[in-house]
């Protein structure tokens, strides 16, 4: 049956969600280098490739909008994305496989929202001079997703008795306070996610965002040890594997899918060329996350 099972968010829970599980049967193309994604994704439902690119570019160009907040961007990420559920890709129908599987040593559950915490990263950092430096620092509330509001923080903090408070929360008032956010807005610019409108401000580069935000949501889907490809003959050697040998570094495996076979991953596939090219370097060329 064809499925997305993420449930969007209501309240303050970051849900996990089903166990995936194979088609079964007819199986993929055993001569295509994703074949065993490909497997997994034959019971997900996706869009057209012109579709998702429009949802992804109405996501990205609403990231510095002070009205969009963290909880619609989330359920927007989790619909422009199907693919973020291969982290919680399973060969068998067990629970078990939620807690195994995995290269890291971490659970499914974590790397799942290991990379949701990743992708509401770059949602704060596009917005360091709204309210990102405060969802930054101290996330949001649970009753309405928004970060806690800079006067509360300045009466619960900067004051004599703030010692009451437990030490994280003193350290991350601390933060907000003495970070330099320069840097970080440097470095967002230099990466070219943000660049200086006509009048001065800060704007967001749609296609290169839209680009960091695919590289995110499939960037370690390689640690889920029941997705890693065997290096076809037709390709060896490569990186140092040889033919029939399991690429196990999770970096080198998704950039050995990427370059020989980009179709399966439709939301990598979806993208122009430039901006394959650049996800292709950080997998294939730089070790993104090294």
């Known amino acids: 049956a064809m499925r997305n099972s993420f449930i969007p968010a209501q309240n303050d829970e970051i849900c996990v969600p089903e166990l995936l599980l194979p088609a079964g049967a007819p199986p993929s193309d055993a001569t295509k280098a994703g074949a065993r994604i490909r497997d997994f994704l034959q019971t997900l439902q996706f869009r057209k490739s012109s579709e998702q690119q429009e949802r992804l570019r109405s996501l990205v160009k609403q990231m510095r909008d002070p009205e969009f907040r963290l909880r619609e961007y989330y359920n927007q990420c989790l619909d422009v994305f199907p693919e973020l559920q291969l982290y919680v890709a399973s060969p068998v129908q067990e629970m078990s496989g939620l807690n195994s599987g995995m290269s890291s040593g971490r659970t499914s559950a974590d790397e799942f929202r290991r990379t949701i915490g990743a992708l509401f990263a770059i949602y704060w950092l596009c917005r360091i001079d709204l309210d990102g430096k ?9 009753s309405n997703w928004e970060p806690p509001k800079a006067e509360f923080l300045d009466r619960a ?5 703030r010692s009451q408070h437990l030490p994280e929360f003193e350290q991350r008032y601390d933060f907000l306070c003495d970070a330099d956010w320069q840097l970080l807005t440097d470095l967002i610019s230099d990466a ?23 590289l995110t949501a499939i960037h370690d889907i390689m640690k889920v040890e029941c997705l890693l490809p065997k290096l076809l003959p037709k390709h060896a050697p490569y990186h ?20 020989h076979d980009p179709d399966a991953l439709p939301c990598y596939a979806a993208m122009s060329e430039a901006q394959q090219r650049a996800v292709r370097f950080t997998q294939a060329e730089l070790g993104f996350n090294h």
């Open 192 to 214: 070219k996610l943000l660049e200086r409108g006509p009048s001065g401000g800060c704007v967001i580069n749609v296609e290169r965002t839209m680009a960091m935000l695919t």
């Open 240 to 259: 140092g594997y040889e033919a029939g040998e399991t690429i196990r570094d999770h970096d080198a495996a998704l950039g050995y899918v990427l370059q």
């Open 134 to 142: 405060r969802g930054f620092c101290f996330g949001v509330r649970e």
């Open 157 to 161: 903090y900067a004051n004599p008795t």
